[in-house]
C-alpha cells in the first residue's frame, strides 16, 4: 500500500531497500515528514489518479485518498437458510454488528476478534460478507419473483445469490462467467449459501451469448481496474500505474454493455471504479446507438460526476460518504 509514496521519497532504492525502509517507517512514523510530500505520493497512488478525481470531486478528493486506507466490512443475512434472528443470536456470539440502515439484510462488523471468514455463521453460510455497494447493485436491478433474470459476469456469485435470496427463489437466474476456475468457485459458493436449485451457471464469454428469448432484466457487473476496492486490494494501486490498464478494461465494458441491451428490457450495469472512463463514458457511447434510456436507480447513493450530462441519471457510491467501496451503477432500460 506504501510502495508508491516510498518510491517518491527513495527513487533509486532497489525494492529490497525500500523494504527495509518499510519497516523502519512503520516503527518510526514520527521521523518522516509525510506533509512534505506531494500528496499523490502520501496517499501512495499514481499522479494521473490523483489529479483525475481532483478534477471531478474538487476538494473532496483527499477525503477519498484517506479512506481507501480504512475498509469497512459487511456482512449480508442469508434468510434462505435460517431465520433473521436465529442468525443475529449466532453472528452475536463472536462479533458486535450493527443493522445497515438502507438494507434489511445487511450488517456492518463494528468489532471482532476472529477473521470475518472464521465467524461460525459464515462457516454455516447463514451470513456472507459483502459489500454495501455490492448489494446496492442489486436493489437498483429490483428483481422481482418470476422475473428472468442474466447475470452476465457473475462469478463468484454473490449477487446472484443475493437476487435469489430477495425473490425467495422465484425468478429464474441464468449465471455465466468466462473462467472455469471462478465458475467452479461459484458452483461451489451457491450450494453452500443453499441457492443452487435457483441458478443455472455457464461457463461462456458474455460478448457472444445469444438467446432465443428476452430477458426481463440483465445484471452487468463488469471487469474493471476495481479503482474502487484499494481498502480491499492495496495491489491495485501499482495496477493503476499503467494507465492503459483502465482503458483495456473500458473497451471491454463496452463490448459487454453493447450485448447486454441487446439481451434484454433492463439492464444495470455497474463497475467497481472510481474512474469515469469505466462509468459514464462507457455508458455515454452506448445510450447514443442503443434502444434504452437512462432511469435513475432507486437506491441511496451520489449522483454520477457533473462533468457528464447524465450525472442526474446515474450514481455512485464513495467510500469516505457511503462506507462502501466505489461503484459506478446505471440502469438502463428499453424505450
Known sequence: ARYIMLRCLYPKASRKKLARIFVSMELNKDQYMWRNLDPWCRYSVP??????LGSLIGGEVDALMESLDRRVRWLRINTIKASEEKILRILEEE???????????????????????LLKAVKQGIAIPQDKASCLVVEALEPQPGDLILDMTSAPGMKASLIAMLTEGRARIVALDLSKRRVLAMRNLVRRLGVAGYIDIAVTDS???????????????????????????????LHLVRRGKVE????????????????G??????????LPEEGEEVVLKII????????????????????YEISGKVLRTFPHIHESEGFFIAKLVKS
Not at 483495456?248 to 439481451?263: G, H, K
Not at 434504452?292 to 457533473?306: E, F, M, T, W
Open 47 to 52: 499522479k494521473w489518479f490523483y489529479e483525475e
Open 95 to 117: 462479533a458486535v454488528v450493527e443493522r445497515d440502515r438502507d438494507l434489511w439484510y445487511l450488517y456492518k462488523i463494528i468489532d471482532t476478534k476472529k477473521p470475518v471468514r
Open 207 to 237: 460478448r457472444f451469448f445469444s438467446s432465443p428469448r428476452l430477458f426481463d432484466k440483465v445484471l452487468l457487473d463488469a471487469p474493471c481496474s476495481s479503482s474502487g476496492a484499494i481498502a480491499k486490494e492495496p495491489a491495485v494501486r
Open 248 to 263: 483495456y478494461y473500458a473497451r471491454i465494458q463496452e463490448d459487454l454493455l453493447r450485448r447486454a441491451v441487446d439481451l
Open 265 to 274: 428490457n433492463e439492464v444495470v450495469y455497474s463497475t467497481c471504479s472510481l
Open 288 to 307: 447514443r446507438s442503443a434502444g434504452h434510456v437512462l432511469v435513475k436507480p432507486r437506491i441511496n447513493a451520489s449522483d454520477g460526476y457533473r462533468a
